[in-house]
Nanobody
Framework: QVQLVESGGGLVQPGGSLRLSCAASGFTFRTYPMSWYRQAPGKERELVAGISSAGINTNYADAVKGRFTISRDNAENMVYLQMNSLRPEDTAVYYC??????????WGQGTQVTVSS
C-alpha cells in the first residue's frame, strides 16, 4: 500500500536548521510531483514547497523563499526539505504529499517542527 513516512522533525532554536525526509513506497514515485505542507495550531494547512516529478522545477511559499530547499532522489524514493534560518513562526506539523491527480493524492502522518528558545 502507499506509504509516506516523514522524519527529521524536532525542537530547534531560532536561526537553526533541520532537514526533513520523506520515504515513499507503494506507488511510482518518479512520476509524482511531491510537496511539503505544514499546519500550525489553529491554522489551515498550507503549501510550503513543491517539486516536479523529475526534480527540475520547484516552487516555494513566500514565507520560506531563500530559507528552505526542497529536493528529491528518485533512485531512493525520497524527498527532502532543508530548512535554514528557522523562525518561531515556522513551528508546525510538516506533511509530505504526493499528488498525481485528484484521485491519486497521498499524505504522510506528519512530523512536528518546533522553533523555540
Amino acid at each position: 500500500q502507499v506509504q509516506l513516512v516523514e522524519s527529521g522533525g524536532g525542537l530547534v532554536q531560532p536561526g537553526g536548521s533541520l532537514r526533513l525526509s520523506c520515504a515513499a513506497s507503494g506507488f511510482t514515485f518518479r512520476t509524482y510531483p511531491m510537496s511539503w505542507y505544514r499546519q500550525a495550531p489553529g491554522k489551515e494547512r498550507e503549501l510550503v514547497a513543491g517539486i516536479s516529478s523529475a526534480g527540475i522545477n520547484t516552487n516555494y511559499a513566500d514565507a520560506v523563499k531563500g530559507r528552505f530547499t526542497i529536493s528529491r532522489d528518485n533512485a531512493e524514493n525520497m524527498v527532502y526539505l532543508q530548512m535554514n534560518s528557522l523562525r518561531p513562526e515556522d513551528t508546525a506539523v510538516y506533511y509530505c504529499n504526493a499528488k498525481y491527480s485528484m484521485l491519486y493524492n497521498y499524505w504522510g502522518q506528519g512530523t512536528q517542527v518546533t522553533v523555540s528558545s
